[in-house]
C-alpha cells in the first residue's frame, strides 16, 4: 500500500517540476495560478493576457466581475465557456473550488478599468 503512496507522489513531484517557480515577490496564490505557475491548463494569462485585457484567444475578462458576477466567473472557470475548439477549457478537477475562489480574490485586485470592453459591455441595447 505504501509503495502506491511513495509513486503517486513522485510522479506528482515529477509533474510540478516542469512548471517554472513564481518569482519571489508573487505571494498572492491567484496570482500565481493567473500567471501560470500552478499548469498549464489553469495558465489564464496565456489566453487573457497577463494584465487579462486578452491576448491570442482569450478576451478581455479586466470587467468580467463587475458585468458578469462573481457566481457567474466561479462557473465559468469550473465549467468552461463556449464551443471546445475556440472556447474556454473547463477546469473543474485542475482548480479546487478554493483555488478558483483564490483566483476571483486576485481579478478582483484590477481596477475596474471603462476604457475597455468585456463581451457584455458590447451587447447593443434598443433605442
Ligand atoms: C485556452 C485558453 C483559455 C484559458 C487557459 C482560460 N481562458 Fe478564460 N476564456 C477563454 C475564451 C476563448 C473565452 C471566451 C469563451 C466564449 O465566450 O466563447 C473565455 C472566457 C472567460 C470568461 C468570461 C468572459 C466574458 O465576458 O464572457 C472569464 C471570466 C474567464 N474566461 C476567466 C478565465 C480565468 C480566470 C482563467 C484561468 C483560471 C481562464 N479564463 C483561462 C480562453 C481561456
Redo the contacts with the bound molecule.
Keep these: 500500500m505504501k509503495l502506491i503512496y511513495i509513486l503517486i507522489g513522485s510522479i506528482g513531484i515529477l509533474f510540478s517540476a516542469c512548471q517554472p517557480e513564481p518569482p519571489e515577490w508573487m505571494t498572492d496564490p491567484g496570482e500565481i ?2 500567471q501560470g505557475y500552478k499548469s ?9 493576457g497577463r494584465d ?1 485585457r486578452g491576448g491570442m ?5 479586466r ?3 463587475r ?2 458576477g462573481e457566481t ?2 466561479f462557473e ?2 469550473k465549467l ?4 471546445d475548439v ?4 473547463p ?1 473543474d478537477g485542475e ?1 479546487s473550488p478554493e483555488e ?1 475562489r483564490s ?2 480574490a486576485y ?1 478582483k485586485k484590477w481596477d475596474s478599468d471603462d476604457s475597455t470592453k ?3 459591455d458590447s451587447v447593443a441595447t434598443e433605442h
Design positions: 495560478i493567473f498549464v491548463d489553469s495558465n489564464c494569462s496565456r489566453c487573457h487579462g484567444d482569450g478576451e478581455n475578462i470587467n468580467a466581475l458585468d458578469l457567474e466567473v465559468i472557470i468552461g465557456k463556449g464551443d475556440k472556447g474556454m477549457p477546469l482548480l478558483i483566483v476571483i481579478m468585456t463581451r457584455t
